[in-house]
C-alpha cells in the first residue's frame, strides 16, 4: 500500500527560498546533523539513496525540497517538499530518499517532540478544531505516522525557528516559542486529528502508545503479550489487533527491530563485538542473532558496521 503526497506547485515561496538557503547552510554534511538547538537535527542528501533501517522517536519532520519515500511494515507513505510528517510515537522504519542532486539536494529538519508537549497544548485549545477538508495522507485511522502539506503559515514558523542559528544569544528564550508554534500549526491542521487521538489518555491509540513505551523500555527483556494487555486493559487480541493497526508490525516484530537497532549502534558506538551486543539487547544465541541481523541490514554484524565507519569516515571533511 502506498500513500502519496503529491508536489507543490514549482515556483516556490519567499519563505521557502529562504529556508532552503538556511537549511543548506547549515548542513556541511550529507547527514543528520545536530544543530545549537537541542530539539532540532537537519537532513542534507545529494543524490537519491537506497532503503536504510531507523528508529523514528516521536517528532515532527519538515521536508523543505526533495523526495523520500517511509516503509512502515506494509506501508509506504512518499513524501515531497514542502510537506511534514509526524511520529507521535517510536517507530521501527525504513527509509529511502527518491529526489536530490548537488544543485537540489533533499532537505529536511527533524524536530524533536515530548508527548506532554502536545497533551499540554491540547489541553489549552479545548475544543478548538483544526478546520475541516484538510486530511492528513494515511488511510489507517490509528497508523503512528502521518504527513500533510506545508502550507504558508507553518513555512513561516519553521523560517523564524532555523534563523535562531544564526542568533545563537536568542535561542535559550526564543526556540522554545517557535517550536511551540509549530506544534500548534500541525494540531491546526491535516494532523491535529491523529496527534489528538494519540494524546486522549482514554483512546485505543493512546493505550498502544503507553505499550510502545513500555517495549522500549524493556525490550531485552522477553515479551509478555499478556502482561502488556493486562497493563492496557485490552484483551491479547484487541492489543495485538491495535497494535498491528498504529505500528504495521507485531508486538514481536516491533521488539526484535529495536534490538537489532540497539545493538548496531553499540557496535557501532561502544565498539563492542557482535556476540556481546546480542547478548547485551536480549539474544541468547549469537548465530541466531546474526542471520536475523543479516536479513534487516543486508549484511553480517562485522561487515555491515565496517561499512558504516567507511562511510561515516569518507564524509568526513578533509
Known amino acids: 500500500m502506498t500513500d502519496i503526497l503529491p508536489m507543490q506547485a514549482s515556483h516556490s515561496s519567499d519563505t521557502l527560498r529562504q529556508l532552503s538557503r538556511i537549511a543548506r547552510r547549515w548542513t556541511p554534511l550529507e547527514e543528520l546533523q545536530d544543530t545549537a538547538i537541542a530539539e532540532v537535527q537537519l537532513i542534507r542528501a545529494d543524490s537519491a539513496t537506497s532503503y536504510c533501517s531507523a528508529v523514528y522517536e516521536p517528532c515532527i519532520c519538515f521536508v523543505i525540497q526533495g523526495s523520500k519515500t517511509v516503509q512502515l511494515g506494509d506501508k509506504e507513505i512518499v513524501y515531497s517538499g514542502p510537506s511534514y510528517m509526524a511520529s507521535a510515537i517510536h517507530l521501527p522504519v525504513l527509509g529511502r530518499i527518491d529526489h536530490?542532486?548537488?544543485?537540489?539536494?533533499?532537505?529536511?529538519?527533524?524536530?524533536?517532540?515530548?508527548?506532554?508537549?502536545?497533551?499540554?497544548?491540547?489541553?489549552?485549545?479545548?475544543?478548538?478544531?483544526?478546520?475541516?477538508?484538510?486530511?492528513?495522507?494515511?488511510?489507517?485511522?490509528?497508523?503512528?505516522?502521518?504527513?500533510a502539506p506545508m502550507d504558508a503559515r507553518m513555512q513561516e514558523a519553521l523560517y523564524r525557528l532555523l534563523s535562531l542559528l544564526d542568533s545563537p544569544e536568542d535561542i535559550k528564550v526564543l526556540s522554545p516559542l517557535a517550536r511551540r508554534e509549530l506544534i500548534y500549526r500541525a494540531l491546526m491542521g491535516g494532523l491535529g486529528p491523529r496527534m489528538r487521538r494519540f494524546a486522549a489518555t482514554d483512546s485505543q491509540a493512546n493505550r498502544i502508545a503507553r505499550v510502545i513505551y513500555t517495549l522500549k523500555e524493556n525490550f531485552t527483556q522477553p515479551l509478555r503479550i499478556r502482561e502488556l494487555a493486562a497493563a492496557a486493559n485490552m484483551s491479547e487480541s484487541t492489543l495485538y489487533h491495535s497494535f498491528r493497526e498504529v505500528t504495521r508490525m507485531s508486538p514481536l516484530q516491533f521488539q526484535k527491530k529495536l534490538r537489532l537497532h540497539e545493538a548496531r549502534r553499540l557496535m557501532l558506538a561502544e565498539g563492542l563485538e557482535a556476540a556481546t551486543a546480542s547478548y547485551r539487547v536480549g539474544y541468547e544465541s549469537p548465530s541466531h542473532f546474526s542471520r536475523e541481523y543479516s536479513r534487516m541490514f543486508g549484511a553480517p554484524p562485522r561487515a555491515d558496521v565496517s561499512q558504516l565507519r567507511g562511510a561515516r569516515e569518507a564524509s568526513l571533511p578533509a
Do not use: F, N, R
Open 100 to 147: 536530490a542532486t548537488p544543485e537540489q539536494p533533499y532537505l529536511a529538519v527533524k524536530v524533536s517532540v515530548e508527548p506532554q508537549e502536545v497533551a499540554g497544548l491540547i489541553l489549552e485549545l479545548g475544543d478548538k478544531a483544526p478546520p475541516a477538508g484538510h486530511e492528513a495522507i494515511c488511510s489507517e485511522m490509528d497508523c503512528g505516522l502521518s504527513s
